[in-house]
């Protein structure tokens, strides 16, 4: 079987978020920072939320704000980590009205048409079947419900990908650009999606601190043709040098490219063959 040099292992990805559950909460500064840009935009819309999806949920650090923001709703967080819900457990009321649920986003265990909410604070960067995960959202996002999203966009990690060389292509994730992200949400059937882009500039004194960061948020590489053997020490070093500019170029900075978005549901869709006109514009024949 063919496979795309940016296709992820899910079992890697899966094996890597439960053990960085523990420490997850330490080192989720990016995901707190997106998560404040996501719910500043989701703020001021006007849609009345009684179910609602957390999707790709990790330790369920948003659900609190959510359930703030929309009274008496019943959330679900939706993630594959059973240990990342175990945590989010472990740090929330026991009368809380939040649920968990261990499923993939791509095959979602849910009623057609049954959430008014979908939230997903970087999710997609783990997914590799866009379509797929899209067109489950549309099938259980009510008609005129709402699907609100952070990403990554392609020009996330570029010094990395940099000082990577020659591996870049085996050790780095590439991410989508919006614009391949709303031409999906369309074609699942999604209404009227909105994009936009920030970005973020993050400063390390050393390296070890940025590794552990991406231990601790599982964002280590798990991508499917990465190399089987041990980098070695002096590859590592390499890596390091190039970073830090032999130890001149600190600190050094990480850039993330982050994509913020929202679509909003369709309905079903009509099945193959069928057609679907509105009343309004079917036109009165004349004799």
Known sequence: MNVLPGALSRKDVQRRFDRAAPRFDTADFVHRHTASGLLDRLSPMRIRADCILDLGSAIGRDQPTLRKLFRG??????????????????????????????????RLPIADGSVDLIYANLLLPWIDELPDCFAEIARVLRKDGLF???TLGPDSFRELREASGEAADSSVRMFRDMHVVG?????????DPVLDVDSLSLEYHDTDRLFLDLKYTAAGNSLRLRRRTLSGKGRFQSLRD??????????????LELVYGHAWGGGPLPSAGEYRVAASGIGRRRR
């Open 73 to 106: 709703a019943l959330v679900f967080g939706i993630d594959r980590s059973r240990a990342m819900l175990l945590q989010a457990k472990r740090n929330r009321s026991w009368f809380s009205r939040v649920g968990d649920i261990q499923a993939d986003a791509t």
């Open 242 to 255: 190039r970073l830090t500019g032999n130890g001149e170029n600190l600190p050094f900075k990480v850039s």
């Open 148 to 150: 609100v999203f952070s």
């Open 183 to 191: 031409d999906e949400l369309v074609k699942c059937g999604l209404r």
